[in-house]
């Protein structure tokens, strides 16, 4: 599980660094100004910064659910094959959910994509979950 999990922490910190650059090329050929990050005023500003902006706080919200249930596995030595399985799919997911949300955005895939991540990281709680009941009797 630690791999995996630092395997999306790696891809966060990318992401944050493409955002970044993006930004940084947007501001720099004057499609934003620079002022435009102070409220984020979605009115004029290029999709694709917006689509950014919007990816980088989704890798701050059910991600925190894997990360818990990782952190909970490996300090409970709870960790299976499994469940490793699991959690790198569940990565795989993140990094799926990025290109599509960022790229040609399609929504159906879109959402297909997340709620495959979402029922996945359900399975990797489950499987954690039973493996503390099994333990505990």
């Not at 249930?69 to 990094?95: D, H, I, N, T």
Request: glycine share 4%.
């Amino acid at each position: 599980m630690l791999y995996a999990m630092f395997g999306l922490v790696v891809f966060t910190y990318v992401f944050l660094l493409v955002n970044f650059i993006w930004r940084l090329k947007a501001v720099k050929s004057r499609a934003v100004h620079i002022k435009f990050f102070r409220r984020l005023d979605t009115q004029d500003a290029p999709e694709h910064i917006l689509l950014g902006t919007r990816h980088l706080a989704n890798l701050f919200e059910m991600p925190v659910l894997f990360y818990v249930v990782g952190v909970l596995a490996v300090c409970l030595q709870l960790e299976s094959p499994l469940m490793v399985a699991f959690a790198w799919l569940y990565v795989g997911c993140r990094v799926v959910h990025a290109i599509i949300h960022t790229t040609y955005n399609n929504v159906v895939h879109r959402m297909l994509i997340f709620q495959l991540g979402s029922f996945i990281l359900l399975i990797i709680w489950l499987l954690l979950v039973a493996a503390y009941s099994k333990g505990m009797a």
